[in-house]
Every structure is written in C-alpha cells, then in structure tokens.
Nanobody, 126 residues
C-alpha cells in the first residue's frame, strides 16, 4: 500500500509563488511516476505535471508550462511542485498521485494513477 500526503497549499496573491510537497510512504518508488492534478469547483480533475521517479523525465500541461516545476527527492521519497507567477485560474484543490506502471513518461490520465493524496487547497486572489 502507498500513502501520499500533500502539504504547502494556501492563499497567495496573483503573481506569487507556492511550493507543494507530496510525501510518499509504504513502498519503494524506483519505477513509479508521480503526478500532480488539480480540480476547481464545478470542473473536472486535470493533469498539471508529472515526473518519473527513476529517470526524472517530466511533462507539463500547457497551462502551467514555464511557470510550474515538478521535482523529486529520492532520498526523502518526496515530490514537489514549485508554482510561480500564479494566476487566479490556478485556484483549485491540488492532488498528488502515484502510477506504478509509467517508468519512462508520466501519464496525463488520472485513471492511470492508483494512489492519491487527500489534496491541498491553493487559492490565488486577484
């Protein structure tokens, strides 16, 4: 079993920055991909960014490319999402998730991820 715990959400003004963390426990993640998704009220959950644990390959949604950076610390079993130049439309609950099958390229499909954290709220005021 895998447990994921997000932290780092909060309220920030437009143009500001936040860093989200996702601490993973329960098993080794050498062949996993970690993804960040978000869900705004009344909208579907959408892919934000992903990283493969062993190779460090990353992939971003177009809406966050150039503003967000995903990374991981293998020793701490923790994934991060650095969010800069935040916009009001980035407001959502952010979830991290683990996919045990994507070794080379992180999937953008939520259904591919078997494990999910509880989510952390990010609110960007204008």
């Amino acid at each position: 079993q895998v447990q994921l715990v997000e932290s780092g959400g909060g309220l920030v003004q437009a143009g500001g920055s936040l860093r989200l963390s996702c601490a993973a426990s329960g098993r080794t993640f050498s062949s996993y991909a970690m993804g960040w998704f978000r869900q705004a009220p009344g909208k579907d959950r959408e892919f934000v960014a992903g990283i493969t644990w062993s190779t460090g390959n990353t992939y971003y949604a177009d809406s966050v490319k150039g503003r967000f950076t995903i990374s991981r610390d293998n020793a701490k079993n923790t994934a991060y999402l650095q969010m800069n130049s935040l916009k009001p439309e980035d407001t959502a609950v952010y979830y991290c998730a683990a996919d045990p099958r994507s070794t080379w390229v992180p999937s953008t499909v939520a259904g591919k991820y078997d494990y999910w954290g509880q989510g952390t709220q990010v609110t960007v005021s204008s």
